[in-house]
């Protein structure tokens, strides 16, 4: 099995998946003990973290947006619901994932996201053809980091938009190890992981501009190429 399978595996364990949505939300109980004792957060800090990354979509937005990878849509689909003009194109890896997303999008009635499943480091779009390239708690997971900024970046429009968060190593201790010695080992994340440092060098060298910041572990940035 190699590493990409072994990571859609992964993603398979975590079911059907009230679970997985509840902890990125911070929203059921269990949800809120994985974020306190994972991430040092608490409801407040996982919105903020989110509304920060997501703060790169101008609202009312009407382009051609990237969202990779998209995961159970838990953060976005609803938000797709008010840019019925967008339009929106998801891709992950994993099609247990992605089915969830899909569901939301159907019960949602929305009919302005093209959902593939795919690999990050080989998308299958031409270059230059998105104005937004959102990617919310995905790069931590890539197996191949390089492929994943270079492709992010060749198939956003020049002056277009790289937005959204993912986990930095060296800003919360405890989160390092949890990190280390759970989810790396189950293969939900996959090393080498960025730090707050290396980030900033990496985005300064690839885009025009860049904000970025950090709640805890998580960095969460705004590119302009
Ligand atoms: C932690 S989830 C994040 C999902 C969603 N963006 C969120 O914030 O809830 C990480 C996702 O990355 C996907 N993934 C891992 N490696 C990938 C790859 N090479 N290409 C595309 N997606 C990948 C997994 O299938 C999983 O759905």
Same mark, same amino acid.
């Given at each position: 099995?190699?590493?990409?399978?072994?990571?859609?595996?992964?993603?398979?364990?975590?079911?059907?998946?009230?679970?997985?949505?509840?902890?990125?939300?911070?929203?059921?109980?269990?949800?809120?003990?994985?974020?306190?004792?994972?991430?040092?957060?608490?409801?407040?800090?996982?919105?903020?973290?989110?509304?920060?990354?997501?703060?790169?979509?101008?609202?009312?937005?009407?382009?051609?947006?990237?969202?990779?990878?998209?995961?159970?849509?838990?953060?976005?689909?609803?938000?797709?619901?008010?840019?019925?003009?967008?339009?929106?194109?998801?891709?992950?890896?994993?099609?247990?994932?992605?089915?969830?997303?899909?569901?939301?999008?159907?019960?949602?009635?929305?009919?302005?996201?093209?959902?593939?499943?795919?690999?990050? @480091?080989?998308?299958?779009?031409? &270059?230059?053809?998105?104005?937004? =390239?959102?990617?919310?708690?995905? %790069?931590? +997971?890539? /197996?191949?980091?390089?492929?994943?900024?270079?492709?992010?970046?060749?198939?956003?429009?020049?002056?277009?938009?790289?937005?959204?968060?993912?986990?930095?190593? @060296?800003?919360?201790?405890?989160? &390092?190890?949890?990190?280390?010695? =759970?989810?790396?080992?189950?293969? %939900?994340? +996959?090393? /080498?992981?960025?730090?707050?440092?290396?980030?900033?060098?990496?985005?300064?060298?690839?885009?025009?501009?860049?904000?970025?910041?950090?709640?805890?572990?998580?960095?969460?940035?705004?590119?302009?190429?």
């Amino acid at each position: 099995m190699d590493r990409k399978d072994r990571i859609r595996n992964a993603y398979r364990l975590t079911g059907c998946n009230s679970f997985y949505d509840g902890m990125i939300t911070c929203s059921t109980f269990l949800g809120r003990m994985v974020c306190r004792l994972v991430w040092d957060m608490d409801v407040e800090d996982c919105a903020e973290y989110q509304a920060r990354a997501l703060s790169g979509i101008p609202e009312g937005f009407t382009g051609k947006l990237l969202e990779v990878p998209v995961g159970t849509g838990v953060l976005t689909v609803p938000l797709y619901q008010a840019m019925p003009d967008a339009e929106i194109v998801c891709l992950d890896y994993s099609p247990d994932m992605m089915a969830q997303a899909q569901k939301k999008a159907e019960r949602m009635e929305l009919e302005n996201i093209a959902f593939h499943q795919g690999d990050v @480091g080989a998308l299958p779009f031409e &270059d230059e053809s998105f104005d937004i =390239v959102l990617s919310l708690n995905g %790069f931590h +997971a890539f /197996p191949d980091k390089e492929a994943a900024y270079r492709e992010t970046f060749r198939v956003l429009k020049s002056g277009g938009t790289f937005c959204g968060c993912f986990y930095v190593a @060296g800003s919360c201790k405890r989160t &390092d190890r949890i990190i280390r010695y =759970v989810y790396q080992p189950m293969k %939900f994340f +996959a090393p /080498p992981y960025e730090t707050m440092d290396s980030l900033k060098e990496r985005l300064n060298h690839m885009y025009e501009h860049v904000e970025l910041s950090n709640v805890k572990g998580i960095a969460c940035f705004i590119c302009r190429k």
